[in-house]
């Protein structure tokens, strides 16, 4: 089992920043995929990017590249979310997830921290 919680959501003007935690605890795997998602409302959840504990394999929406970055603290085993250049679409609640090696299904999630942009 693995335990993920999120934090650093917040109220932001477009144009600014915030950066996401994501802690994770219990039985982590250095071949695990972490991953962001996040959900507008209304709309259905969308991935935002991913990454593994190894560093090895790092994925991007295209709607987020060359904005949002993800890191990874191995030692804490906290993820990270940096957002920059944030727009008002970019409101969201945002969650982590936890996706075993050889799994098409992140099997375990956060609780989600809402991000609100406003213009």
């Known amino acids: 089992q693995v335990q993920l919680v999120e934090s650093g959501g917040g109220l932001v003007q477009a144009g600014g920043s915030l950066k996401l935690s994501c802690a994770a605890s219990g039985r982590t795997l250095l071949s695990d995929t972490m991953g962001w998602f996040r959900q507008a409302p209304g709309k259905e959840r969308e991935f935002v990017l991913s990454?593994?504990?190894?560093?090895?394999?790092?994925y991007y929406a295209d709607s987020v590249k060359g904005r949002f970055t993800i890191s990874r603290d191995n030692a804490k085993t906290t993820v990270y979310l940096q957002l920059n250049s944030l727009k008002p679409e970019d409101t969201a609640v945002y969650y982590c997830?936890?996706?075993?090696?050889?799994?098409?299904?992140?099997?375990?999630w956060g609780q989600g921290t809402q991000v609100t942009v406003s213009s």
């Open positions: 990454t593994t504990w190894s560093g090895r394999s790092t």
């Open positions: 997830a936890c996706r075993r090696n050889g799994r098409n299904e992140y099997d375990y």
